[in-house]
């Protein structure tokens, strides 16, 4: 589960594409996964894979060689699992897998996030969360809406504007407090270079 939580924090992948991932999609050499269907849980019970909700939704990503090493020692970790279920592994060629081979219940994951939270003695969250707090860090970066959107899988860079629009507000608003503070030490500086005897040079107008 490790990688599978690594993987989901820096990629913001949705519970489902995650779980819906196969060998196949992955190019570990060149650091990039094919996001092509989701694994979701049918009415009756079961389990099912479908194609992602949208063409946006299926997409190429980087990854990230943390994400690339983890994976690569999953991969191994498998095969000791597929070893020693012998006739009993089910190939269903998912990267992520019970010991048994078969792909893991979406609700099984949600359990043992949850479970996973209490031992870390963590507030308990969505494991949907994740997804939000990758996007949110991705922001504070600075990196480019558009590139969220990309990595995020969103139909239109209006789904990601709208919303982390209280993320963008808050980056305003700290942006604005440090112009502010910049503009009153300058202020302060000339002051004090002046004696108190002369005003600080004005302002700058007319900036648009």
Not at 108 to 118: G, P
Not at 160 to 183: K, M, N, S
Not at 190 to 195: K, L, M, P, V
Not at 198 to 205: F, H, K, L, V, W
């Amino acid at each position: 589960m490790h990688a599978l939580f690594e993987l989901a924090l820096h990629t913001g992948l949705r519970k489902g594409e995650l779980l819906g991932l196969h060998w196949e999609d992955l190019n570990l050499d060149a650091g990039t996964a094919a996001i092509r269907r989701t694994l979701q849980r049918t009415a009756a019970g079961g389990l099912t894979t479908l194609p992602t909700k949208t063409r946006a939704s299926e997409r190429r990503i980087a990854l990230p060689t943390r994400c690339v090493h983890l994976l690569k020692l999953h991969r191994e970790q498998q095969q000791c699992e597929r070893e020693s279920a012998g006739t009993t592994w089910q190939d269903s060629g998912h990267v992520f897998t019970t010991p048994q081979g078969k792909a893991i219940d979406p609700t099984n994951l949600s359990r043992a996030f949850t479970t996973l939270l209490r031992k870390a003695g963590l507030r308990r969250i969505r494991f949907h969360d994740l997804r939000h707090s990758t996007a949110t860090l991705l922001l504070e970066q600075g990196v480019e809406l558009v590139v969220i959107k990309e990595l995020l899988g969103h139909a239109h860079i209006g789904v990601t504007a709208t919303v982390y629009a209280h993320v963008r507000l808050r980056l305003q608003r700290e942006a604005i407090d440090t112009l502010g503070t910049a503009l009153g030490s300058r202020e302060t500086t000339e002051t004090a270079r002046s004696g108190g005897d002369e005003p600080p040079p004005p302002r700058a107008t007319g900036v648009r």
